[in-house]
Protein backbone atom coordinates (compact mmCIF):
# COMPACT_ATOMS: atom_id res chain seq x y z
CA UNK A 1 0.00 0.00 0.00
CA UNK A 2 1.55 3.41 -1.06
CA UNK A 3 1.55 6.04 1.10
CA UNK A 4 0.99 9.37 0.13
CA UNK A 5 0.73 13.05 1.12
CA UNK A 6 -1.38 15.78 -0.13
CA UNK A 7 0.09 18.78 0.80
CA UNK A 8 -1.65 22.38 -0.01
CA UNK A 9 -1.91 25.62 0.89
CA UNK A 10 -5.61 27.73 0.98
CA UNK A 11 -6.32 31.21 1.43
CA UNK A 12 -10.11 30.92 0.60
CA UNK A 13 -10.80 27.17 1.16
CA UNK A 14 -10.74 26.34 -2.47
CA UNK A 15 -7.41 24.26 -2.65
CA UNK A 16 -8.82 22.51 0.78
CA UNK A 17 -11.58 21.08 -1.33
CA UNK A 18 -9.08 20.08 -3.83
CA UNK A 19 -6.77 18.34 -1.53
CA UNK A 20 -9.99 16.52 -0.29
CA UNK A 21 -10.68 15.21 -3.29
CA UNK A 22 -7.43 14.17 -4.54
CA UNK A 23 -7.14 12.45 -1.39
CA UNK A 24 -10.33 10.21 -1.98
CA UNK A 25 -9.14 9.81 -5.01
CA UNK A 26 -5.91 7.98 -3.96
CA UNK A 27 -7.73 6.02 -1.17
CA UNK A 28 -9.96 4.56 -3.37
CA UNK A 29 -7.02 3.37 -5.79
CA UNK A 30 -5.53 1.50 -2.36
CA UNK A 31 -3.28 4.41 -1.06
CA UNK A 32 -3.01 5.44 3.01
CA UNK A 33 -3.43 9.45 2.53
CA UNK A 34 -2.33 12.14 4.86
CA UNK A 35 -3.97 15.56 3.85
CA UNK A 36 -1.80 18.22 5.25
CA UNK A 37 -1.40 22.34 4.88
CA UNK A 38 1.56 24.09 5.15
CA UNK A 39 1.78 27.14 7.32
CA UNK A 40 0.54 31.07 6.45
CA UNK A 41 3.23 33.62 6.63
CA UNK A 42 0.99 36.55 5.66
CA UNK A 43 0.70 38.95 8.87
CA UNK A 44 -2.31 38.58 10.15
CA UNK A 45 -3.65 41.81 9.63
CA UNK A 46 -2.88 41.33 5.86
CA UNK A 47 -4.71 37.90 5.86
CA UNK A 48 -7.48 39.38 7.61
CA UNK A 49 -8.24 42.21 5.21
CA UNK A 50 -7.93 39.86 2.20
CA UNK A 51 -10.31 37.50 4.12
CA UNK A 52 -8.74 34.74 4.25
CA UNK A 53 -10.39 31.81 5.42
CA UNK A 54 -8.84 30.20 8.24
CA UNK A 55 -8.04 26.46 7.81
CA UNK A 56 -8.59 24.32 10.82
CA UNK A 57 -9.80 21.45 8.69
CA UNK A 58 -6.30 19.21 8.76
CA UNK A 59 -2.67 19.23 10.42
CA UNK A 60 -0.09 22.05 9.54
CA UNK A 61 3.40 20.08 8.05
CA UNK A 62 5.88 22.18 9.69
CA UNK A 63 9.38 19.39 8.95
CA UNK A 64 10.15 18.90 5.70
CA UNK A 65 12.04 16.01 6.80
CA UNK A 66 8.82 14.43 7.15
CA UNK A 67 8.49 14.09 3.12
CA UNK A 68 10.88 11.54 3.36
CA UNK A 69 8.09 9.49 4.70
CA UNK A 70 5.90 9.20 1.52
CA UNK A 71 6.04 7.31 -1.61
CA UNK A 72 4.08 10.18 -3.39
CA UNK A 73 3.18 14.18 -3.00
CA UNK A 74 0.44 15.75 -4.60
CA UNK A 75 1.29 19.96 -3.85
CA UNK A 76 -1.48 21.94 -4.17
CA UNK A 77 -1.76 25.94 -4.15
CA UNK A 78 -3.41 28.57 -5.88
CA UNK A 79 -1.78 31.23 -8.14
CA UNK A 80 -0.27 33.77 -7.02
CA UNK A 81 0.49 36.49 -10.28
CA UNK A 82 1.26 32.83 -12.13
CA UNK A 83 3.76 31.43 -9.90
CA UNK A 84 2.95 29.46 -6.39
CA UNK A 85 2.52 31.59 -3.87
CA UNK A 86 5.27 32.28 -1.11
CA UNK A 87 3.73 30.10 1.35
CA UNK A 88 4.34 27.08 -0.22
CA UNK A 89 7.42 27.81 -2.08
CA UNK A 90 8.56 29.41 1.75
CA UNK A 91 7.93 25.95 2.89
CA UNK A 92 9.70 23.98 -0.10
CA UNK A 93 13.13 26.20 0.62
CA UNK A 94 13.25 25.04 4.45
CA UNK A 95 13.74 21.40 2.53
CA UNK A 96 17.65 22.06 0.94
CA UNK A 97 18.40 19.11 3.25
CA UNK A 98 15.65 16.63 2.40
CA UNK A 99 17.04 17.87 -1.60
CA UNK A 100 21.04 16.92 -0.25
CA UNK A 101 20.01 13.81 0.78
CA UNK A 102 18.23 12.55 -2.51
CA UNK A 103 15.34 11.57 -0.10
CA UNK A 104 12.27 11.94 -2.74
CA UNK A 105 14.34 10.74 -6.03
CA UNK A 106 12.09 8.36 -7.72
CA UNK A 107 9.45 9.25 -5.49
CA UNK A 108 5.88 10.29 -7.43
CA UNK A 109 4.75 14.23 -7.51
CA UNK A 110 2.15 16.19 -8.96
CA UNK A 111 -0.13 19.46 -8.38
CA UNK A 112 -2.97 21.01 -8.31
CA UNK A 113 -3.70 24.34 -8.16
CA UNK A 114 -6.48 27.26 -8.44
CA UNK A 115 -6.73 30.88 -10.32
CA UNK A 116 -9.28 33.44 -10.58
CA UNK A 117 -10.03 32.95 -13.86
CA UNK A 118 -9.49 30.69 -16.95
CA UNK A 119 -6.24 32.10 -18.09
CA UNK A 120 -4.81 33.14 -14.99
CA UNK A 121 -2.25 31.41 -14.87
CA UNK A 122 -3.49 28.40 -14.22
CA UNK A 123 -0.33 25.89 -16.05
CA UNK A 124 2.48 28.65 -15.27
CA UNK A 125 1.80 28.08 -11.68
CA UNK A 126 1.38 24.39 -12.04
CA UNK A 127 4.42 24.43 -13.70
CA UNK A 128 6.44 26.33 -10.89
CA UNK A 129 5.28 23.67 -8.46
CA UNK A 130 6.11 20.55 -10.58
CA UNK A 131 9.69 22.74 -10.76
CA UNK A 132 10.33 22.40 -7.25
CA UNK A 133 9.36 18.76 -7.64
CA UNK A 134 11.77 17.69 -10.34
CA UNK A 135 14.56 19.32 -8.87
CA UNK A 136 13.96 16.63 -5.68
CA UNK A 137 13.70 13.95 -7.88
CA UNK A 138 10.75 12.81 -8.52
CA UNK A 139 9.13 11.07 -11.02
CA UNK A 140 5.52 13.85 -12.35
CA UNK A 141 2.40 12.46 -13.29
CA UNK A 142 -0.16 15.06 -14.52
CA UNK A 143 -4.00 15.04 -14.80
CA UNK A 144 -4.12 12.51 -18.33
CA UNK A 145 -6.56 12.60 -21.13
CA UNK A 146 -8.01 9.77 -19.46
CA UNK A 147 -9.80 12.01 -17.85
CA UNK A 148 -11.59 13.35 -20.93
CA UNK A 149 -14.32 15.68 -18.96
CA UNK A 150 -11.58 18.36 -18.60
CA UNK A 151 -12.20 18.51 -22.21
CA UNK A 152 -14.85 20.04 -24.57
CA UNK A 153 -16.15 23.88 -24.16
CA UNK A 154 -19.79 22.75 -22.14
CA UNK A 155 -18.91 24.24 -19.37
CA UNK A 156 -16.42 26.85 -17.47
CA UNK A 157 -13.93 23.99 -16.41
CA UNK A 158 -10.15 23.67 -15.19
CA UNK A 159 -8.31 21.09 -15.50
CA UNK A 160 -4.34 20.73 -17.74
CA UNK A 161 -2.50 18.08 -18.42
CA UNK A 162 0.12 19.40 -15.60
CA UNK A 163 -2.19 18.89 -13.34
CA UNK A 164 -5.86 19.78 -11.59
CA UNK A 165 -7.64 22.70 -11.54
CA UNK A 166 -10.08 24.87 -10.39
CA UNK A 167 -11.67 28.17 -11.23
CA UNK A 168 -12.04 30.26 -8.01
CA UNK A 169 -13.98 34.30 -9.70
CA UNK A 170 -12.53 37.25 -9.05
CA UNK A 171 -14.64 37.29 -5.29
CA UNK A 172 -13.54 33.61 -4.95
CA UNK A 173 -17.41 32.88 -5.12
CA UNK A 174 -16.97 30.54 -7.50
CA UNK A 175 -16.50 26.88 -5.39
CA UNK A 176 -15.03 23.71 -7.29
CA UNK A 177 -17.11 22.17 -9.82
CA UNK A 178 -18.04 18.44 -9.73
CA UNK A 179 -16.33 18.25 -12.94
CA UNK A 180 -12.93 19.78 -11.14
CA UNK A 181 -13.29 17.41 -8.01
CA UNK A 182 -13.67 14.24 -10.43
CA UNK A 183 -10.44 15.51 -11.84
CA UNK A 184 -8.17 15.71 -8.45
CA UNK A 185 -9.67 12.32 -7.30
CA UNK A 186 -8.49 11.11 -10.88
CA UNK A 187 -5.05 12.72 -10.27
CA UNK A 188 -4.74 11.37 -7.39
CA UNK A 189 -5.66 7.69 -8.01
CA UNK A 190 -3.10 8.02 -11.00
CA UNK A 191 -0.11 8.95 -8.23
CA UNK A 192 -1.56 6.24 -6.17
CA UNK A 193 -1.27 3.92 -8.39
CA UNK A 194 2.06 4.72 -10.40
CA UNK A 195 3.88 5.38 -6.40
CA UNK A 196 2.52 1.45 -5.67
CA UNK A 197 4.14 0.26 -9.27
CA UNK A 198 7.41 2.29 -8.18
CA UNK A 199 7.17 1.17 -4.82
CA UNK A 200 7.46 -2.52 -6.14
Known sequence: MPKILVLYYSSYGHLAKMADAVAEGAREAGAEVDVRRVAETAPFEVAKAAGFVADGSHLQLDDPNELANYDGIVVGAPTRFG??????????????????????????????????????????????????????????????????????????????????????????????????LAGARHLGARVARTAAKLAA
Open 83 to 180: RMPSQMAAFWDKAGGVWFQGKLIGKVGAAFTSTATQHGGQETTLFSILTNLLHFGMTIVGLDYGFADQNGVDEVKGGAPYGATTIANNDGSRQPSGTE
